[in-house]
């Protein structure tokens, strides 16, 4: 039976919605974090350390979001565990989120004068407090632009979770086209949902940006 | 974990059904890149050309394509236009979206370069009575090119990784293939982490070969090398 393509139907799209955010919030939480820890490894002062965090960036930049999904969804399940599509959902994202926040972190980490580490290793702080008091609160600032702009990339993923089962928007159009077979409206609905949620974030990272550099002269 | 064997031989045996999709992937990839590239490319110069009249529709197009998920825009061609009577392959669908992806994220890359062109160049060339084409060629897109080369390569590798997404219209590129294989080995893992390794050397050969291009067209040693090599990371 062919359904219309009504209120409800409509209504049912832009509802699930939450799932996509949900999504994204705990990936960017689980991968943020590990991100961090990517970062840091990334910039030691240990060569192996260095090149590890730098194989584990180019390795999942290497990988397709989807390949990053089945392998979360299977490798999971063969732990032993049964756990909801959701899990597996927010692991893969989050692998895939710790790698591009990794490389991002380490350049804004990077980007501070090399001077700052001098100067502080010259006042006797510890690695930990240069950290902590001088190259931190500098890297976050530069960091912030490019990190927001990632976000856009990370909701847009976490269309992909759609094959495993979790109705987030993009299953919730499949499940809708299915039934009503308005294609045009179905994933024209989604589409704007999704627009709905990326463009402001994107506005906003090209604003940072711009005021960034307004005030770093030359 | 338990007792759980990794058991890689049954999908070794399949190796000539994940050949042709790999095959199908790298056609869709070579295919699809080099039409997006030339796309991309095109609009930025006519955004720049023409500001007042292309400016607008050029945008709206890039801004509509950045914000919203590739599988989406894939689901409305595939699903959308024979709805209006355009009869689609799931293959030309999945060109299609790709090359209409791809086409914004480097218009609005190239189009990042061209504005990083100074004024000042473009009056230097003109005062050395350059044509306005040659102006244009010379000055402004080479340097252009040359500038955004490394990023326009790391946005192609990220396409043919995204090409994955076209499995989910039924593509037989590798990802469904890799799906076949698995609905007739049950060795669910095994056949995703070496299809994983696939993709991961394709990435790996996709970047030699793209820094290998950025070297011949922007030799070392130019100006134009110059220009790669600042903005190469």
Known sequence: MIRTFSESEFLFIVASARWTLLLTVLALLLGGALGFVVALVRTSRLAPLRMLAAGWIGMIQGIPVLMLLFLSYYGLSLAGVDMPPIVAASVSMALYASAYLGEIWRGSIQSVAWQQWEASAALAMSRAQQYRYVILPQAVRIAVAPTVGFVVQLVKNTSIVSIIGVVELARAGNLVNNATFAPFKVFGTVAATYFVICWPISLLARRLEGRLHARRPG | ?233
């Open chain 2, 1 to 233: 974990m338990g007792g759980f064997q990794f058991q890689f031989a049954p999908v070794f045996a399949r190796s000539d059904v994940l050949l042709e999709g790999l095959w199908l992937t790298l056609q869709l990839s070579a295919i699809g890149i080099s039409l997006g590239a030339l796309l991309g490319i095109l609009l930025a110069m006519l955004r720049g050309l023409a500001p007042g009249l292309l400016r607008w529709p050029v945008d709206a197009y890039v801004e509509l394509v950045r914000n919203t998920p590739f599988l989406v825009q894939l689901l409305i061609i595939f699903f959308g236009l024979p709805s209006i009577g355009v009869k689609l392959t799931a293959e030309q669908a999945a060109i299609g979206a790709i090359i209409l992806n791809l086409g914004a994220y480097s218009t609005e890359i190239v189009r990042a370069g061209i504005e990083s062109i100074h004024r000042s160049q473009i009056e230097a060339g003109l005062s050395l009575a350059m044509t306005r084409w040659q102006v244009f060629r010379h000055v402004v897109i080479a340097p252009a090119l040359a500038r955004v080369w490394p990023s326009l390569s790391s946005q192609f590798v990220l396409m043919m990784l995204s090409t994955s997404v076209c499995s989910f219209i039924s593509v037989q590129e590798l990802s469904a293939t890799a799906a076949n294989v698995e609905s007739d080995t049950f060795r669910s893992f095994e056949v995703y982490i070496t299809v994983t390794a696939i993709y991961l050397a394709l990435a790996l050969a996709m970047r030699g070969l793209l820094a290998g291009i950025g070297a011949v067209l922007f030799p070392k040693g130019s100006g134009l090398g110059r220009l790669r090599a600042q903005s190469g990371r």
